[in-house]
């Protein structure tokens, strides 16, 4: 038998339902980052997703009454944010360029040069994803970032199954190659 979801914040949720300011404000605080991010690496606008991000608030507090709490209301809200994300994509579809690399890897000897490491990684993978084709970096967001499994991911996007998963594992590869692509200009600066 399947145990309802406990949601943490109950009585911020009944004072969205009351109309409370003070309560939606809260809930914005507390969610406004996670739906920035979410919205950020389906669009990969910041301007665009800072939209996005308002509409899904604005939208949540109007249809407030419509969340059951058969999910957390986080997982609620994300799935506002993504269905606007994915209907901004759809209208632009926006060509991304590579993000030229200008961070150098450290040795790493000591613990500061290996989070100085860790870090320029990070950075790396980050502007890999981002200049992933469109359907490509969508894909890898929704499964890989976001948790959604490829039956998910074909409603959302209204394509099959199969090629949910034919494109993620192609967005994996091209993934892999421009991180090992952005490794070899870096080598390759360090032996100049």
């Known amino acids: 038998m399947e145990q309802p979801v406990k949601n943490i914040h109950v009585d911020l949720i009944r004072g969205c339902r009351e109309n409370d300011r003070k309560a939606q404000i809260q809930v914005y605080k507390l969610y406004y980052k996670s739906m920035f991010n979410t919205a950020l690496r389906i ?25 059951r709490e058969e999910s957390s209301f986080g997982a609620w809200l994300k ?35 290996y989070l100085q490491v860790l870090s320029t990684r990070v950075e ?36 099959s199954y199969s090629l949910s998963r034919t494109r993620y594992s192609r967005a994996k590869r091209k993934l892999l190659e421009l991180i090992g692509a952005c490794e070899n200009n870096m080598t390759n600066s360090k032996l100049n």
């Open 79 to 113: 799935r506002i944010t993504v269905n606007k994300a994915i209907d901004e994509f759809r209208k632009t579809k926006d060509v991304v360029s590579i993000d030229q690399m200008d961070t150098e890897v450290a040795d790493t000897d000591d613990d500061e040069n």
């Open 124 to 159: 790396e993978i980050r502007k890999a994803i981002h200049a992933l084709p469109d359907n490509f970096r969508v894909i890898l967001s929704l499964h890989l970032l976001e948790g959604y499994d490829h039956e998910e991911i074909t409603q959302i996007l209204g394509i």
């Open 43 to 67: 669009v990969n606008d910041p301007a665009l997703a800072e939209d996005i991000m308002q509409e899904t608030f604005l939208e949540a507090f109007r249809q407030i009454g419509t969340y």
